[in-house]
């Protein structure tokens, strides 16, 4: 039993390989350090990343958690002349943060080098990936494909939005809960909706309520969602129709549209139901008259925003076979 072991790695992300690293040291040792670098160079926030590992550790008596930089230090041995260089800068660098260890985990070559430079035990785990096949590689490069190596507390990070637009009337809440069933997976209804029903109408200074009540919504169902979850329209949807329902007044939310779509991450798929069907009324719709209208206007907000967009049309069917076939595609 060691007193003291250490665990170094990106985690980029976490995944099932790295706690099944980690439960390794776990068992052998009174106390596992665990140290997660990061930098600038990283697309995957270190804060999301050591989130994920409090989630599963953070309780864990026997686990140190530590965040460090590691921003201009060489990240392989490579990258020096010698390993005596390479690894000046990295047994300081442990070393000022956990005073005493007696062995490494890893499950890589380079921890026989680690561990001599470090004067400690290196201890080599699932070296071949038999245990556990996945890479953090793997993950980045199609984290859908592998999501049973992705542990459920960080998934929503990797869950793919797609977002159903259209003017009214085209099929946009039927579609979204249709395909929400087909990949049984979480879909957040047309917000507004719910509030003009509730209200019986709508006042300009209900659009950021809006605006917000729906994201509060979809930060919530993305948490338990199926690897991707459908929205029924979004903050475009909400910011054209404030200036459909009130052009007169509309400045009053423009600021506030205008920073939260230029600040918010884009969707993974937008898909723009056109209007080429019957409308129907149902006592809530004001623009019938000029779908095709309120179409183009949608279609050039997502071009000039740079948006990965499909348009579908056609029959009911059509548009649900076309969805689904174009999500298929693109989660190849």
Request: proline share 4%; net charge negative.
């Amino acid at each position: 039993m060691f007193k003291n072991s250490l665990v170094i790695g990106k985690f980029f992300p976490p995944h099932s390989g790295h706690f099944f690293l980690i439960d390794t040291a776990i068992s052998q040792s009174k106390t596992v350090h665990v140290i997660m670098t990061y930098n600038s160079s990283q697309t995957i926030s270190h804060q999301i990343r050591f989130e994920g590992l409090k989630s599963i550790y953070g309780d864990n008596p026997k686990v140190k958690l530590y965040s460090l930089s590691d921003e201009g230090m060489p990240a392989y041995d490579y990258e020096c002349e010698t390993l005596d260089e390479f690894y000046s800068h990295w047994v300081p660098f442990i070393y000022e943060h956990i005073k005493e260890l007696d062995a490494v985990f890893t499950s890589e070559d380079y921890g026989d080098d680690f561990a001599k430079y470090l004067g400690v035990k290196h201890v080599l785990v699932d070296k071949e990936r038999k245990q556990v096949p996945i890479s953090g590689t793997l993950i980045r490069t199609n984290p859908l494909k592998h999501w049973e190596f992705i542990p459920e507390q960080i998934r929503k990070y990797f869950v793919k939005k797609i977002v159903i637009m259209g003017p009214e009337s085209c099929g946009k809440s039927t579609l979204t809960k249709n395909l929400a069933t087909y990949y049984n997976t979480n879909f957040v209804v047309e917000y507004g909706r719910i509030v003009f029903e509730r209200n019986n109408g709508v006042t300009i200074d209900d659009f950021i309520p809006i605006s917000k009540g729906r994201q509060d919504l979809e930060d919530w169902l993305i948490q338990s969602s199926n690897k991707l979850i459908f929205c029924d329209t979004e903050d475009i949807t909400t910011y054209l129709f404030s200036k459909m329902y009130y052009p007169d007044e509309c400045e009053k939310v423009e600021e506030y549209f205008k920073e939260v779509l230029n600040s918010k991450p884009k969707y993974d798929l937008y898909i723009l139901l056109s209007p080429d069907c019957k409308a129907v009324q149902d006592g809530t719709r004001q623009f019938l008259d000029t779908r095709w209208d309120h179409y183009k206007v949608i279609k050039s907000e997502l071009i000039s925003r740079g948006c990965n967009f499909v348009e579908i049309g056609g029959s009911w069917k059509n548009r649900f076979d076309s969805s689904v076939k174009r999500i298929n595609s693109f989660l190849v």
